[in-house]
């Protein structure tokens, strides 16, 4: 498949978010609920940006739905994490009409033992299993416990693959101070960089700049340092100057290439030594994940890494959306999730 062809594929499956949509998207939207049945399955995605939850029926019909903020302890802190996601699973299970709860699915980024901890002090939730947020694009990616490997890149970004023996393993998820390799966060990070060094006269003045001074006020390098070493959440900062960041990339703009390719680079890289330390060959599916790589000027840095290392592989972007991952996820009720007893 050609470079066009399965950019345009993956763009046709996954919208851009506004630069507003990186930082933060609007809580509190809901899906109406009907009727509880007994025996309610409960799901949670969440990362930096969104909190999506979801309510199912013995029978997997959704419930009920609620988008809300970001709950990534990395970010917020332990407490506030705990305290929303608390809050949060309290209104879900409430709005599903307040009965017994079968088993409960929670998908999240940051610290694992946390969550895990987090998640084994929660009462009322039937069988609690907490796991990090690749699973549910694993899952659509590579359904029904198959092998494969997804790469995510949104304003966060990971590698996740499920092993011939069914054993999924996990790769970057490194946070934005680390770098997320690819995400929003080290787009707009590179981006942001390059045109500070604009401002002081060691690279040639362009649109990548001019869009950075336009969020600062004006042209003026300590303006843009302010703005980024002066927050308090600049990696929100940073992940909103992402879209502006590949618009520029994907017209031709050289300096916003780089960046681009710069922050991609390392991701298909990533998913290139996963696949080799796991055997994974052949017709093997990759699912493509998230905003980011949808777009060619993203996109088009990957796909050569990985048809060079994957030449068989099944490149297709990864249908749904992670919520999707977590109500099938919740459906199948693994054993490494919930237990023998849950399947």
């Known amino acids: 498949m050609g470079r066009r062809k399965v950019a345009e ?27 509880m049945k007994s025996g309610v399955l409960l799901g949670v995605d969440g990362g930096g940006t969104k909190t ?7 029978d997997g019909r959704e419930l009920h739905r609620e988008v809300r903020e970001g709950c990534n302890p990395n970010s917020l802190g332990r407490d506030e ?14 709005a599903a009409g307040g009965g017994p709860v079968e088993r409960t699915l929670l998908c999240l980024a ?11 002090g929660l009462h009322g939730y039937g069988r609690v299993a907490a796991v990090d947020d690749a699973w549910p694009v694993l899952e659509l990616a590579s359904p029904g416990g198959a092998s494969g ?12 693959a499920r092993a011939g023996d069914g054993a999924v393993h996990y ?14 966060t080290e787009i707009g990070r590179r981006g942001w960089a390059a045109a500070i060094l604009q401002t002081q006269g060691w690279a040639e003045r362009d649109a990548l700049g001019e869009e950075a001074a336009r969020l600062c006020g004006g042209w003026d390098e300590q303006a843009m340092k302010r703005r980024i070493h002066g ?23 050289v300096s916003a290439v780089a960046a681009v390719a710069a922050a991609v680079r390392p991701l298909g890289g990533l998913a290139v030594a996963v696949a080799g ?31 060079t290392a994957l030449p068989e592989a099944v490149v297709a972007p990864v249908p749904g959306t992670p919520i999707e991952g977590v109500k099938a996820l919740l459906g199948r009720a693994p054993a490494e999730l919930f237990g023998a007893a849950a399947e």
Request: proline content about 4%; overall charge positive; aromatic content about 6%.
């Open 9 to 35: 594929n993956i763009r046709a499956s996954v919208r851009m978010p506004s630069a507003a949509g990186f930082a933060l998207l609007r809580p509190g939207r809901r899906r109406q609920n009907v009727a």
């Open 231 to 253: 927050e308090e959440r600049p990696a929100a900062v940073l992940a909103g100057f992402a879209p502006a960041v590949l618009d520029l990339a994907d017209q031709g703009l």
């Open 110 to 120: 940051g610290d694992r033992a946390f969550w895990q901890g987090f998640a084994s």
């Open 81 to 94: 994490a705990a305290a929303r996601l608390t809050k949060w699973l309290d209104q879900l299970r409430r």
């Open 149 to 160: 490997l997804v790469m995510h890149a949104g304003t966060g970004s990971f590698v996740a």
């Open 171 to 184: 790769a970057g998820g490194l946070g934005w101070i680390l770098g997320d390799a690819g995400a929003g």
């Open 52 to 58: 999506e939850l979801v309510a199912l029926d013995a």
């Open 277 to 307: 330390r796991l055997s994974l060959k052949g017709a093997v599916p990759v699912g493509v994940s998230g905003p980011i790589l949808q777009r060619l000027s993203a996109w088009s840095v990957v796909e050569e890494q990985l048809l």
